[in-house]
């Protein structure tokens, strides 16, 4: 039997005894705690030194590491001067710690979907003892911050970069140490509060909290109850005591970065000396390739635990939306009393609005997928109408888009959607998804596959319509600008569902080769082209206006009793008062999503509790896919895409929510009424 023996900085409470078996050989391991007295672990090494196999010298708290940098004092220093004279291998767990760092952080980030530490806020409580970790999550994502002087100074000041983390290391930490009363300063009630409330902000927006191993108690005891849950959780060495602690905070994943490689949860220095000792690792080998062979032949693979007994995957989106009139604005405070004291100066304050800043509109959380992972997010919002937009450049909103996406990135979002845009702004998602801080979807795929869902629905409803087949509506459909990103979609949906399909737009050509695509996939079903809205508009039972260019809108007079409208264009081609001139004929603008998850929480979007808009749907399933990317982009969107959507959208609990209409929701009653109306029309036209 081999035999270790531990020297430990930490307490001699923690001392143990224990017979192990480790790469098919036995070993005794014994555990000598110091309490950081560095003399008496200087002693403890001379009197192991030849009596032991292998001796590890662990809690060094390594403060700060560039490369082969490490600070450290005098008195520590002399230590490892001591132990490297030895004729007893020493090992400290510093290769080990290093390798295992960078691995665990890879190893989670892969393990979770390759995507899971994607534009992640970090809080690391001292990135001088985490340096190697912080290196890697920066690959992934640059909103980390370091608490570094408030927790080793008491100085209410985070550091947003590794360059300031350098600074402070470097130049700054050492010298405030000297400081005489710096303890007593930092204890004093004003500063104590202060330094309470910059820690709360940063643990309640982070997403991770790197903890080190050293003082990793008292780093805990600076979090209140409540202030942990939910949180993602990187430590090194998680003791079942450590894991019983974060269980309590609420933590709901805990990454260790030590591998657990015997049945006892043990340091890196002890693992360290454990591969030394079983491999007869000379003391002048080069130990970090010996280390690397044994990592990858064992597969020891860093843990991931989750303390509530469950797994829990939460991913994170912004979507941005924009008021769609001057009603909408009257949602934001204070110009909710600003219209109801001073109405006449809306105006005025609709092009003052433009000009704000993106900004919060409301956090939204409680969304679950039936497959187990959640999703929250930020409605972030812009001043601007849609008739401010059009006012103003295209230039003027995309500035402001991209400034959007800044500030989603900064909140943790790994993916935007965009509202839908008017007419004059639609190659502007193409430079946003250039640009843009971060993946940009446009909705669109889902807004199409949504409007004719909720059209579907309506036409079933009411009833007028016969089936061919049980599957064939036996009706006539129009698609007004089917040449379009969405109109063209649209066309292909419904050329799935109807006997004959009329398509409308300016471009002949375009024209032509939707119709030979539409055929292609489609070959019983009746495709006609047009480039004029009027010349069969009295005959269809189902009109969809998937364009925003035309200048007048048709006569909804002309139109048969019982069609259904669906008006997909921002702004709508419909107003209420045109709507209300045909009480026989259903007006839709959309169909909305039933979010899933049971305690939703967002803000009025003018909806019923826990439906939104498709656009947004899309950027919610793409959160919930943990499908950080591009989607739908400007004009490009793709049939394949739209399929794609609406299949995930199915996956995660996606359900028509409402079908919506120019004055808000549209209920059953409302379209029994409607055919109620359109029955008593058409009987009247037949006696005549």
Known sequence: MKHITNISLGPASDNYQIETEFLGQKFLIKRFGTDGDLKKAEDLLLMWNKKADVISLSAIKYLYG??????????????????????????TGETLRRVSHEWCIRHAQFQLGNNFFT?????????????????????????????????ENGIPKLLTSLEALNQYANRIH???????????????????????????????????????????????????????????????????????????KGVSMIIDTTPKIIDRVVGVAVQEALMVCALDIPKTSGLKDDLLEVISEQNMEPRIIYPQ?????????????????????????????????????????EKIMAFAPPFIYSKVTGIKSPAGVEAEGWLISLGETPEQMQAHTPEFTTKRILQAAEK???????????????????????????????????????TASTALWASAEAVRQMGIVSLKNDKILKAKTMVIGATGSVGSICARLLATAFEEVYLVSRNMAKLLTIQEMILQENPDVVVNVSTRTDTNIDNMDVIVTASSSIEKPFDIMRVKPGCVITDITRPMIFSKEEAAKRQDVLIITGGEILLPGDNIEMKDIGLPPKAVYAGLAETIILALEGRFEDFTTGSNTEWKKVKEIYKLGLKHGMNLSAISGVNGVITKDDIARVKEFALKKNKKNEIN
């Open 408 to 446: 989603a990135k900064s909140l943790g979002a790994q993916v935007m959607g965009i509202s839908m845009l008017p007419k004059n702004l639609e190659g502007t998602s193409v430079d946003i998804g250039k640009y843009a801080a971060l993946p940009v979807t446009t909705g669109n795929s889902y």
């Open 119 to 151: 534009n992640s806020r970090v809080l690391f409580c001292s990135g001088m003892q985490s340096e190697k970790i912080a290196n890697v999550i920066m690959e992934y994502t640059d909103n980390v911050v370091f608490a570094d002087p408030l927790f």
């Open 66 to 91: 560039k490369g082969s940098r490490t600070i450290m004092n005098r008195d520590l220093k002399n230590l490892l001067k001591v132990a490297n004279s030895l004729t007893t291998p020493v090992t």
């Open 309 to 349: 007994d469950k797994k829990r995957r939460i991913n994170r989106f912004a979507y941005l939306v924009h008021p769609l009139s001057q009603d909408d604005l009257k949602k934001f405070k204070p110009l909710d009393l600003l219209a109801e004291v001073a109405p006449i100066t809306m105006g005025p304050v």
């Open 174 to 248: 050492r010298p405030l140490s000297w400081i005489p009363g710096k303890n007593f300063l930092s204890e004093q009630k004003q500063v104590k509060m202060v330094n309470s409330f910059v820690l709360k902000r940063a643990v309640k927006s982070a997403t991770v909290i790197v903890i080190p191993y050293g003082d990793f108690h008292d780093y805990i005891d600076c979090f209140s109850e409540g202030e942990l849950a939910d949180k993602v959780v990187i430590t090194t060495t998680a003791y079942e005591d450590r894991i019983e602690t974060l269980m309590e």
